[in-house]
C-alpha cells in the first residue's frame, strides 16, 4: 500500500504569517519620524542649554513623536528648511531672532511658512524680547498686526469661536482646550500680544493681574500665512501647556 505524502499546508501557513510579520515590522522600522527642527540663535538672551535645562519634560513628549533637529547655526536651519518633505515645524526657541541683525534669517522662515511649512514660536521665545524688536519683528518680516502687550499674569480661557483661517480638527480642540485657568505667580507668567484678531487666537485674556484692559490679547495665537502656518505661545514658564499646543499647531489641516 503506498504512503501517503505529508501535506505542507499548515507548514506554508506559518511562514506565509511569519513573512508577513515580519514586512509589517520592516515597513514600520523604515518609516521615519517627521523632522522638528529647534532653532535657537548663539547671542540669544536665553542659551540653548538653559532650554534644554527649563524645557526637559517638554523636549521629551516632543521627541516621543519627532526626531529633533537642534540647531545654533544659520545655515544649518536653512539647509533644514530647504528639505520640507519630512519637516512637520520649525520651533524658535528663544527670541534671538528678533534682532535687527537677524532680520534675513526672519525672512527665510517667514518665505518657507508661505510655501507651506510650520513655524512656531515659543519656549523661552518671550525671555528677554524687548517691544521695539518685536512689534518690528511682526511687522516687517510677517506683516501682522500682532504687538507687544505685556509679560506678567493674567487669566486665560480658549477661544471656542470658529475660527475662518484655521480650520480646527476636533481632537485638536480637545487637545488645547483648558476652558479657564488664571496664570500667577513668578513660575506662571506669559508674554502677551496685542492687536491679535479674534480669528488667531487660541486663548484670549478677559483680566489682567496688576495690568489694565488690554484689546484683543492673547498669549497663544495661529495664523495662516500663505500656504503655511505661523504659531506663537508665549507661556514663558508653564511647561505643562507647552506640548499639547505645539502639538496640536504640529498636526494643523488648514482650510
Known amino acids: 500500500m503506498p504512503k501517503r505524502r505529508r501535506t505542507c499546508s499548515s507548514s506554508s501557513s506559518l511562514t506565509a504569517s511569519a513573512m508577513q510579520t515580519y514586512q509589517t515590522k520592516t515597513k514600520t522600522k523604515t518609516q521615519p519620524k517627521p523632522r522638528l527642527l529647534l532653532l535657537s540663535l548663539p547671542d540669544s538672551p536665553i542659551p540653548f542649554s538653559a532650554v534644554r535645562g527649563r524645557y526637559t519634560d517638554f523636549l521629551k513628549e516632543l521627541k516621543d513623536k519627532y526626531k529633533l533637529i537642534e540647531t545654533t547655526d544659520t545655515y544649518k536651519a536653512i539647509e533644514e528648511m530647504a528639505k520640507p518633505s519630512n519637516l512637520a515645524a520649525v520651533l524658535v526657541v528663544d527670541g534671538g531672532i528678533v534682532k535687527p541683525e537677524h532680520r534675513d534669517l526672519g525672512l527665510i522662515l517667514a518665505f518657507y511658512a508661505r510655501a507651506g511649512g510650520t513655524v512656531l514660536l515659543g519656549c523661552a521665545f518671550g525671555s528677554g524680547v524687548g517691544p521695539p524688536d518685536l512689534n518690528h519683528f511682526f511687522q516687517m518680516i510677517w506683516d501682522l498686526p500682532w504687538r507687544y ?107
Open 149 to 255: 502687550a505685556f509679560c506678567g499674569e493674567l487669566e486665560v480661557h480658549t477661544n471656542t469661536n470658529d475660527c475662518t483661517m484655521i480650520n480646527w480638527d476636533k481632537n485638536i480642540k480637545d487637545k488645547i482646550e483648558i476652558r479657564e485657568m488664571l496664570l500667577e505667580g513668578d513660575d506662571h507668567t506669559a508674554l502677551v500680544l496685542t492687536n491679535v484678531p479674534i480669528d488667531d487666537q487660541v486663548y484670549y485674556c478677559t483680566t489682567e493681574v496688576g495690568w489694565g484692559c488690554v484689546s484683543n490679547a492673547s498669549p497663544a495665537a495661529v495664523v495662516k500665512v500663505g500656504r503655511g502656518v505661523l504659531g506663537y505661545a508665549g507661556f514663558v514658564n508653564a511647561e505643562g501647556w507647552l506640548a499639547p499646543v505645539y502639538l496640536a499647531l504640529c498636526d494643523l489641516k488648514l482650510s
